[in-house]
């Protein structure tokens, strides 16, 4: 989960977000079965202005699991960190800082699942290395072993969440790493999976 440096709120969510937001809330008040819609604004709706500026955050990776390409729209969503349909985060779901660009696969892993323990990829204090460790043997990542109980909690939680090693997700790091290793001629900018990328990469400088 790469670092991410969040830009200014767009112009169209300091024109709607407070009045979308208090729609939302009031229309999970009134039915709390209530699907989940992008509201609209000059012919766009909320999706349609939000998704370039989020795509740009995390040069067209996914703000969790770093997957690449996503040019398809099928295979790009813009997740709610905290859950559009929780009760206590329903007055965020147009909220910039609540909003990441993401894979389908991290936004149907985690769903509407929510634990406070989570981390988000561009809090202040975040660093990938001082919460995970990738083994690059297999492609699995792990809590950092050398963290406080409390980090290696809130990564296990980020990891089990959002699925990070679930299916063929390691299996495809490690194919991202071979593609890598076989054109390094490649801006890592245009490849899945960087930070297991340079992990590797520096575990093979130390051992040469």
Same mark, same amino acid.
């Given at each position: ?25 009031? =229309? ?27 795509? +740009? ?53 985690? !769903? ?16 990938? +290395? ?8 297999? !492609? ?22 959002? !699925?990070?090693? +679930? !299916? ?8 991202? =790493? ?31």
């Amino acid at each position: 989960m790469r670092k991410l440096e969040r830009p200014p709120e767009p112009e169209v969510l300091q024109l709607k977000s407070a009045q979308w937001n208090q729609q939302w809330v009031e =229309l999970r008040q009134k039915n709390p079965s209530a699907q989940f819609t992008w509201y609209s604004y000059k012919d766009k709706t909320a999706r349609e202005w939000l998704v370039h500026e989020l795509r +740009e955050m995390t040069q067209s990776h996914c703000s969790f699991c770093d997957a690449w390409p996503m040019d398809d729209q099928s295979l790009e969503s813009i997740e709610h960190f905290r859950p559009k349909h929780h009760e206590r985060f329903q007055h965020l779901a147009f909220t910039w800082t609540n909003l990441y660009y993401c894979c389908d696969r991290c936004q149907n892993q985690k !769903g509407g699942q929510w634990e406070d323990e989570l981390i988000a990829p561009d809090e202040a204090s975040y660093e990938f +290395e001082d919460c995970f460790e990738f083994d690059v043997s297999t !492609g699995v990542i792990a809590p950092n072993r050398c963290a406080s109980p409390e980090i290696q909690k809130r990564a296990e939680a980020t990891i089990r969440i959002f !699925g990070l090693n +679930e !299916g063929r997700r390691p299996f495809r790091r490690c194919h991202a =790493l071979a593609r890598w290793q076989n054109d390094k001629t490649q801006n890592i900018q245009d490849t899945a999976y960087r930070n297991f990328i340079e992990a590797a990469s520096l575990r093979a400088a130390e051992v040469a």
